[in-house]
């Protein structure tokens, strides 16, 4: 196939993508918990650096689309059809990774925050392992200044994949809660520190989206 035709398709599956998943978060029952939590950490109204869990994006997708806020999308090609759904529901895309284009990204978020946008970004994506927290929302957070805020998902019914990310999509009628934790300040520490895998900032922070996660779901 052509790059003609691949992009042709992609945009199309997006659409499609797009439709499906308007007319199901449609009968889904969204629920925002802790929201003092998110208000505290925005008390001047300048943006954050939010993360949560790859496999819980279609969630925060949809209840915090059109929000003024742009998402950290992986350049690989179903990035390119996420991407696409993204921001037919409102967001605007930074794409790369913490493995590729990570640099490119970085600078594209700082941008984002400078410019007023909030940043969202799954910090064990786009490809794992599980639930483990990659240096790059602290890189980010360090570069501008902002404060992190951790966000937790939850459906009351779902159907879950048996990808690594263990995916989530809410069954019709579901009830989604959307959980956020205390920010956390931008660090300051090298960017080498962060860097490690079991460094006090990382481990903090992958505590704190568990729990804003297990907080969704109680």
Same mark, same amino acid.
């Given at each position: 196939?052509?790059?003609?035709?691949?992009?042709?398709?992609?945009?199309?599956?997006?659409?499609?993508?797009?439709?499906?998943?308007? &007319?199901?978060?449609?009968?889904?029952?969204?629920?925002?918990?802790? *929201?003092?939590?998110?208000?505290?950490?925005?008390?001047?109204?300048?943006?954050?650096?939010?993360?949560?869990?790859?496999?819980?994006?279609?969630?925060?997708?949809?209840?915090?689309?059109?929000?003024?806020?742009?998402? &950290?999308?992986?350049?690989?090609?179903? $990035?390119?059809?996420?991407?696409?759904?993204? *921001?037919?529901?409102?967001?605007?895309?930074?794409?790369?990774?913490?493995?590729?284009?990570?640099?490119?990204?970085?600078? $594209?978020?700082?941008?984002?925050?400078?410019?007023?946008?909030?940043?969202? +970004?799954?910090?064990?994506?786009?490809?794992?392992?599980?639930?483990?927290?990659?240096?790059?929302?602290? &890189?980010?957070?360090?570069?501008?200044?902002?404060?992190?805020?951790?966000?937790?998902?939850?459906?009351?019914?779902?159907?879950?994949?048996?990808?690594?990310?263990?995916?989530?999509?809410?069954?019709?009628?579901?009830?989604?809660? +959307?959980?956020?934790?205390?920010?956390?300040?931008?660090?300051?520490?090298?960017?080498?520190?962060?860097? *490690?895998?079991? $460094?006090?900032?990382?481990?903090?922070?992958?505590?704190?989206?568990?729990?804003?996660?297990?907080?969704?779901?109680?």
């Amino acid at each position: 196939m052509t790059d003609e035709g691949a992009g042709r398709r992609a945009r199309w599956t997006a659409r499609l993508g797009a439709a499906v998943v308007w &007319l199901l978060a449609r009968t889904w029952r969204v629920r925002y918990d802790q *929201e003092e939590a998110l208000r505290a950490a925005k008390p001047d109204g300048r943006p954050v650096v939010f993360v949560i869990w790859h496999g819980q994006l279609l969630m925060h997708l949809w209840a915090h689309r059109r929000r003024q806020i742009s998402v &950290l999308i992986s350049e690989h090609r179903d $990035g390119e059809i996420i991407a696409r759904v993204a *921001e037919l529901l409102g967001y605007r895309t930074v794409r790369g990774s913490t493995t590729r284009g990570a640099n490119r990204a970085l600078i $594209g978020l700082v941008r984002e925050l400078e410019a007023g946008y909030d940043v969202a +970004i799954t910090p064990d994506g786009p490809r794992g392992p599980y639930h483990s927290f990659a240096p790059g929302a602290l &890189l980010v957070a360090q570069r501008s200044g902002r404060p992190v805020v951790a966000v937790g998902a939850h459906a009351s019914r779902a159907w879950q994949f048996g990808s690594w990310d263990r995916f989530t999509v809410p069954k019709p009628f579901a009830r989604v809660t +959307i959980s956020y934790g205390a920010a956390t300040p931008a660090p300051d520490v090298s960017p080498r520190a962060l860097s *490690e895998s079991t $460094g006090p900032y990382r481990k903090a922070l992958e505590a704190g989206v568990a729990a804003a996660a297990e907080a969704a779901g109680r």
